[in-house]
């Protein structure tokens, strides 16, 4: 049984890597599982929240009652969030998105010329989807992920800052990629709030809960 904290709420998130193709075949990537965005999404769907997920390429089944948008690169992960974000009433950005992706896709696959000669990659800035979705002009209420190896309290507060965001989740490390179990800090205005290690589908129940209470602190 669940207790029903976000009835009558909405949910936007986003999960898992993106992929930034270098030509066809080929592309740029990372190590994100989707796990805990997917666990969140279930969460929230459980707690009666109507739930938009938009997802980069993971191998994850689709939680029960969650609208679904897959996706592969940064600018199409913003593409879905943009026009659903103020639609929702809460956006929480688990996704690892790529910070750079290849200035240019080849229309065709790169060929070894035999010359012994590598190519070269040139990169742009990826768009950040959760600061621009926080700078809206009636933005949803906003939620960070902070994957940090050190000063964890410091850099989660300089981030929440910096993307003008009321809520960051920082990753109590060692890496958690692809693990089923996390530790997690809160920081928000009021200050700091550890969830001890546990599974991550038993950390997102406890994020939604600490969600709602922030959520109904601002309402009433
Ligand atoms: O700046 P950094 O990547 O450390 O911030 C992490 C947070 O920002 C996560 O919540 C992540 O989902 C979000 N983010 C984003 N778009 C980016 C980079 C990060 O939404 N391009």
Redesign the pocket.
């Given at each position: 049984f669940t207790p029903k904290v976000l009835a009558g709420r909405s949910v936007l998130i986003?999960a898992g890597p993106t992929f930034e193709a270098i030509d066809p075949v080929r592309g740029i990537t990372n190590r994100s599982s989707g796990k805990m965005g997917f666990a969140i999404a279930q969460a929230c769907e459980r707690a009666g929240a109507r739930v938009t997920l938009v997802a980069g390429p993971v191998a994850l089944p689709t939680p029960a009652g969650v609208e679904r948008i897959d996706v592969q690169s940064?600018q199409a992960m913003l593409d879905a969030v943009l026009p659903r974000a103020t639609g929702h009433e809460v956006f929480i950005?688990?996704?690892?998105?790529a910070?750079w992706r290849p200035a240019h896709c080849a229309e065709h696959k790169i060929k070894k010329d035999g010359s012994g000669q590598t190519p070269t990659l040139a990169f742009t800035e990826?768009?950040?989807?959760?600061a621009t979705v926080a700078a809206l002009p009636n933005p949803p209420y906003c939620v960070?992920?902070?994957?940090e190896s050190e000063k964890l309290l410091e850099h989660a507060q300089a981030?929440r800052a910096r993307?003008r965001i009321p809520l960051i989740v920082a990753n109590l490390g060692p890496a958690t990629f692809g693990q089923d179990d996390n530790a997690l800090l809160l920081v928000d205005a009021e200050g700091a709030r550890e969830l001890p290690r546990a599974p991550k589908t038993e950390l997102a129940t406890q994020l939604v809960a600490e969600l709602a209470l922030r959520l109904n602190a601002r309402t009433t």
């Amino acid at each position: 049984f669940t207790p029903k904290v976000l009835a009558g709420r909405s949910v936007l998130i986003t999960a898992g890597p993106t992929f930034e193709a270098i030509d066809p075949v080929r592309g740029i990537t990372n190590r994100s599982s989707g796990k805990m965005g997917f666990a969140i999404a279930q969460a929230c769907e459980r707690a009666g929240a109507r739930v938009t997920l938009v997802a980069g390429p993971v191998a994850l089944p689709t939680p029960a009652g969650v609208e679904r948008i897959d996706v592969q690169s940064a600018q199409a992960m913003l593409d879905a969030v943009l026009p659903r974000a103020t639609g929702h009433e809460v956006f929480i950005a688990t996704a690892a998105v790529a910070d750079w992706r290849p200035a240019h896709c080849a229309e065709h696959k790169i060929k070894k010329d035999g010359s012994g000669q590598t190519p070269t990659l040139a990169f742009t800035e990826n768009p950040d989807i959760l600061a621009t979705v926080a700078a809206l002009p009636n933005p949803p209420y906003c939620v960070g992920f902070a994957a940090e190896s050190e000063k964890l309290l410091e850099h989660a507060q300089a981030k929440r800052a910096r993307k003008r965001i009321p809520l960051i989740v920082a990753n109590l490390g060692p890496a958690t990629f692809g693990q089923d179990d996390n530790a997690l800090l809160l920081v928000d205005a009021e200050g700091a709030r550890e969830l001890p290690r546990a599974p991550k589908t038993e950390l997102a129940t406890q994020l939604v809960a600490e969600l709602a209470l922030r959520l109904n602190a601002r309402t009433t």
